[in-house]
């Protein structure tokens, strides 16, 4: 699934390329995480993930990104969509979200001032950064499952690549 919305245009400003993870548990509970107050847009919710490093594949920045904002080993993933996006007085993002796999192990919000375990029917009490707003709207719909993505692999251990 491909979306693109801009709220401004802006052709002066390379595009910053993003990996998000959409987590879910076996209770059908999706992992969250707040921005801490000095971050942009504090206090804001969203997937955990960041931005690609110059030379990486998606699924190495998945990979490092879960490690260094969690202490998260990525297991597999499977792209789910990609959003295009422009934040005003920013540069373009293009924000790759992946249903993801994260080994077994206790989570720690690194990065995060909290991190939260929700049903998707929740999500909309959560102050979402704006980015993130389709995305939310099809996991709490249920038009979007994570779980079901990464089971109709037919690898489990393949990672999206690119």
Excluded: C
């Amino acid at each position: 699934m491909e979306w693109r919305i801009l709220l401004s245009v802006n052709e002066t400003k390379p595009t910053l390329h993003v990996v998000a993870a959409v987590i879910e548990r076996e209770d059908r509970r999706l992992l969250i995480g707040q921005r801490r107050a000095h971050d942009t847009s504090p206090h804001k919710w969203e997937f955990p993930g960041g931005k690609v490093e110059p030379g990486e594949s998606l699924a190495e920045a998945l990979a490092r990104e879960l490690r260094e904002e969690l202490g998260a080993t990525l297991v597999r993933s499977a792209q789910i969509a990609k959003v295009d996006f422009e934040y005003p007085n920013r540069s373009p993002l293009t924000i790759s979200f992946f249903a993801a796999a994260i080994a077994k192990s206790e989570l720690r919000p690194i990065a995060f001032q909290q991190i939260a375990w929700v049903l998707p029917k929740e999500l909309a009490n959560y102050d979402f950064l704006a980015a993130n707003a389709r995305l939310v709207a099809e996991l709490a719909t249920g038009r979007i499952k994570p779980t079901e993505i990464l089971s109709a692999g037919s690898d489990p251990r393949e990672a999206i690549r690119q």
